[in-house]
């Protein structure tokens, strides 16, 4: 059973940590697995909170960017598809670290239209994600990639709101657009971040109004001051102690999905 999982949500609600929660998760749960994490935030990047450091040059927007200055110079091969090169970057862009593997969106920088990069990546990536039992994607904060309906191949949308009005609004929108696009999930799960106890009922009564039986509570996590001090201090959250009542309480909550 092959799944894709993607963290979207408003800016800054936890897309990334919980991303990192689940990761260990799987990881603890079944280490043989193939594993791909894409980072697909141009601006936050996954590495901080796994103590990795990815160089631009070796993020796709850093490939992409040499590969745009080539078209422009024309120094290209010309029998050789533009379209195989960008996939060849693809596949050269991906870091193999010990127990997964992952892929670093990086910033397309610069002016030029990325159009026909953009749309051949998209293809690349849902065929890349074909190579993997999990993957796992973390989402930019806008709405702006749903409309251009990347990640068709997801099968479980994560949506994660804090207890805040512009969380569930941003919920909300993304739950529109995707039915605007037609993009199809298996399964849509919202996820409450540093959810105190007693609001968790009205993020329920949120998605009941939603009247969508597509859209499923996942469950609450509370706000963690060990979350925090592993982020202040730049340390991996992979490593967060087994005894960590959010990482359990994540485990608990993240069982539904596998
Ligand atoms: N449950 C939690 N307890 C304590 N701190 C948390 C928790 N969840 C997230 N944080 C902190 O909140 C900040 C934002 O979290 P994170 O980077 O995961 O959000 P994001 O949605 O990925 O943000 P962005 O939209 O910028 O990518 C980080 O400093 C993170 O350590
Ligand atoms: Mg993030």
Known sequence: MKKVISFSGKGGVGKTT?????????????????????DSDPDANIADVIGQNIHFSDTIGGKMKVLKEKIQKRQLPLDVPKNQIIEGDVYKSIIELDKFDIIEMGRTEGEGCYCYINSVLKNVIDTLSKNYEITLIDSPAGLE??????????????????????????MRRILEITKE??????NIWVLGNR??????????????????DHVKFLGVLPNDDEISEFN????????????NLTYQKAKEIFSKIL
């Not at 919980?18 to 894409?38: A, D, M, P, Q, R």
């Not at 202040?232 to 005894?243: H, R, T």
């Open 232 to 243: 202040m201090k730049g340390e991996n959250l992979l490593n967060i102690s087994q005894d």
């Open 145 to 170: 990639h749903f409309a251009r309906k990347t990640g068709r191949n997801v099968t479980d949308l994560i949506i994660v709101t804090d207890p805040s009005k512009m969380g569930l609004h941003t």
């Open 195 to 212: 959810f105190p106890d007693n609001l968790t009922e009205n993020l329920e009564k949120e998605i009941e109004k939603l009247n969508d």
């Open 18 to 38: 919980s991303l990192v929660l689940f990761l260990k998760y799987i990881l603890e749960k079944n280490g043989h697995i193939n594993i791909l994490v894409i």
């Open 181 to 186: 696009v037609n993009l199809r999930f298996e």
